[in-house]
């Protein structure tokens, strides 16, 4: 974050990416899992802070019509159709508020929606959601292309596994993102005072990651409520 990140505390949006039934919940589709559900917690923690300063909060989702809208490596392995446009598993975990917005994409980047459209063009974009290995990395790295500050919330983004967690926060630290504690943001910090050093990251990540697997247990029979409950007892780092 540049010396300057104090200020970048006035100009943030709030974009949640695929918190969505199909990607949290394994036995909704083929790229479901309940290590994805370990950051809807946090999210609804930074929603509240976000909400009450006035911070636009913008939800993004992946829809398709059909196996042929499916990212290309995805179609040639046979995944099935995940996200299906009005389909539960399409359905977001967390509601809207009516000032949020809300656009969907049918690949990885969420830039590639009307996203860009409803951006700064010089803000700071705070990524929540899914999968920290694929569309956050993927958005990110889009986002720095266009000019604009990325800062992602250990506790408020997830992945399948620790090392896809742990490794995709490290490369987003290095080149594309403020990888930031987010009980450092709830309590009023400036972004450069909540920021983890680079060689810091993956030890963070892989501890955060571990703490969210006790708390979630043995999920076999469970449902993504049940899950959720179970995450929800602590969200701290």
């Known amino acids: 974050m540049t ?12 974009v949640l990416v695929d918190v969505q039934h199909d990607f949290l919940d394994p036995k909704s589709s083929d790229v479901g899992s309940w290590e994805k559900a370990f950051c809807v917690p946090g999210i609804e923690r930074l929603l509240t802070f976000a909400r009450v300063r006035g911070w636009p909060v913008i939800h993004v989702g992946t829809k398709h019509e059909s196996v042929e809208t499916l990212p290309t490596r995805q179609h040639d392995r046979g995944i099935k159709l995940y996200c299906k446009d009005g389909s539960p598993g399409s359905e977001f975990v967390l509601d809207q508020e009516v000032e949020d917005r809300l656009v969907f994409k ?5 830039l590639r929606s009307p996203l860009k459209d409803l951006l700064p063009a010089a803000g700071t974009v705070m990524w929540t959601g899914v999968a920290t290995d694929c569309c956050i ?3 990110a790295f889009d986002a720095d292309h266009l000019g604009l500050r990325n800062v992602v919330p250990i506790q408020a983004v997830s992945a399948s ?3 896809g967690f742990s490794s995709s926060l490290e490369a987003l630290a290095k080149s594309a993102a403020a990888i930031v504690d987010l009980d450092k943001i709830l309590a009023g910090q400036a972004l450069t005072d909540c ?14 990651f571990s703490e ?5 247990g043995d999920s076999d029979g469970h449902d ?11 969200g701290a780092l």
Request: aromatic letters at 6%; glycine letters at 4%.
């Open 161 to 163: 596994s620790a090392e």
């Open 212 to 216: 969210q697997k006790e708390l979630l």
């Open 3 to 14: 010396p300057d990140g104090e200020k970048h505390m006035t100009d943030v949006t709030v």
């Open 195 to 208: 920021e983890v050093e680079v060689g810091d990251v993956s030890d963070r990540a892989r501890r955060w």
């Open 137 to 139: 990395l993927q958005s």
């Open 224 to 234: 993504l409520q049940e899950v959720l409950s179970r995450l929800r007892a602590d």
């Open 106 to 110: 049918s690949w990885y980047s969420a």
